[in-house]
Structures are given as C-alpha cells and as structure tokens.
C-alpha cells in the first residue's frame, strides 16, 4: 500500500512538472565571434651559411689547495639555467590559475507586462555576435532588473571560478538548465532568432512571478556573495555590469514567462528553482 502511494507520488510530480515546463520562456545571448585566421602557406625554407667546426677553447685549470677552479664557470651556468626554468615554470602555472569566473544570478520578481515586453525588446535588438554587443546586452539587463527593485522577492546567486574552459563548459551547464526550465518561445542566439508564433498564453489563478536568470563567462574574477539581501543583488548585477568586450567569453538572459498574460504561482515557482532565497 505505501509503495504504491509513493508512485502515484512521483507520477504526480512528473506530471506537474511536465505541466510547468510548458510555460513560456525566452533566451537572448552567445560567445563573441572570433573568426579563425585563415591557412597559411609554408614559405620556403631560409638558406643560411653553414657554421665552420667549433673546437671548444683550452680549459686552463688552476691547481691549488681547495682544488680546481675551472669548472666554476660551468657551475655558475647551469645554476642561473635551473634558475630561469623554474621561473619560466611558475609564471606559466600562474597564467593557467583560476582567472576566470562563471556566474549566474536568478531573481524572482512580481510580474508586469511592461517588464516583459521590455525583456522582450531588449531580445530582439541585441547585438548576439560580437563581444561590444554582448557587453551591453549585459549592462542593458542589469540596468532593466536594477528599476524593478521594488518587485523583487527571491534571488540566487552562484560562481565559480576556474580555467577558462572550465567556466566556459559550467555556463554550457547552466544555460541549459535554464532552457528546460520553460517553453521556448522566443530565442536570439548569436545572430539567429526562433519565434513560436502559434503558441498561446496559458494564464493560471495565483500566478504572480517572473524569473529572469542572468549568466556570464568571464576572464576576471567574480566574488562570491554570502546570503543574499537586496544589497547584495544589487552588488551582484552592478559587478555582473562590469564586463567588458575585453573581459566577456560569454553571456546569456533568459526569463519566463515570456507570453504577456502568463505567470508562476509560488508553488511553480519553488519547484522550478528549489535554491532561491527570500529577500
């Protein structure tokens, strides 16, 4: 009797979490596009004259009590070689460092269509291909999460830092999950763009939120932040602002819902996204 009331449990919960999962959704970001170098072909090989025989100078040796000095000279060379290698080490160690960061801030805020269709706008004009544009396509959304301060109700906020492919494989992660979270119905993805255009809203009694995630690849790193409070959101999107075309490996914005009219319940919302904190 209890087994079978644990499985109809997890069919429940399938199921709801199938129902959710239909909400609307959308996505705007990529990597910078930075074309490969073309092929170059082999020159010919340069001729240079032929070194004549070396024959390797007297080594004069000078007898005294504590031994021979001539090999000192020898010594002081292979010492200062050692020297230069175990620096030439550390200074590649160092360069392959945890230099880099990936973040990802989520904020839940009570919904307005004037939120969602400014997400929206910024979606669609966003320039998806070139490190400038993806930097002011991450300023533009801190900017727009910044002004609905007064809507906000949960956050969580998560780095990691690492070697660049590391961060870059944790925002591939990342990204990913925020798209199973939603229905795409919109998507501006380095330059292409995909519209469900047949897709209707689905308005639910008790639907009150939006969640809009915000996740960046980046060659500096990114502070942690402890327990988050509205100051503390606010010093995350300011910090997450501060990327540059120089700085930027990759960003994305996604938010659902993305269809006006459409909204999380709080129980969608906390099973969606189990991590966010109240603030």
Do not use: N
């Amino acid at each position: 009797m209890l087994r079978g009331m644990r499985r109809l449990l997890v069919l429940c919960l399938l199921a709801l979490s199938l129902a959710l999962a239909q909400k609307s959704g959308g996505g705007v970001g990529g990597r910078p596009y930075t074309p490969s170098p073309p092929p170059m072909s082999p020159g010919p090989a340069p001729t240079l004259p032929l070194p004549g025989p070396a024959y390797p100078g007297p080594v004069v040796v000078y007898p005294g009590p504590g031994g021979s000095l001539g090999i000192l000279p020898v010594l002081v060379f292979f010492g200062l070689v050692l020297v230069a290698f175990w620096m030439v080490r550390g200074l590649r160690q160092a360069g392959e460092g945890p230099g880099a960061s990936a973040a990802r801030l989520r904020l839940a805020l009570l919904v307005r269509p004037e939120a969602q269709r400014a997400l929206r706008r910024l979606a669609e004009e966003a320039e998806t291909t070139t490190a400038k544009g993806l930097a002011d396509l991450v300023d533009e959304a801190a900017l727009l999460l910044l002004r609905e301060e007064p809507a906000w109700r949960f956050a969580d906020y998560q780095v990691v830092q690492g070697g660049e492919e590391e961060v870059l494989g944790r925002f591939d992660a990342w990204m990913l999950e925020e798209r199973s979270k939603h229905r795409e119905t919109f998507r501006h993805f380095e330059g292409r763009k995909r519209v469900e255009e047949g897709y209707q809203a689905q308005p639910e009694p008790g639907g009150r939120y939006l969640v809009a995630s915000l996740l960046l690849a980046e060659r500096r790193p990114l502070a942690p932040k402890g327990p988050l409070t509205r100051a503390g959101v606010r010093e995350a999107l300011l910090d997450l602002a501060g990327s540059s075309p120089f700085s930027l490996l990759a960003a994305y914005l996604s938010w659902t819902p993305e269809r006006e009219g459409e909204a999380l319940t709080e129980e969608e919302l906390l099973l969606l996204y189990p991590d966010l904190s109240k603030l």
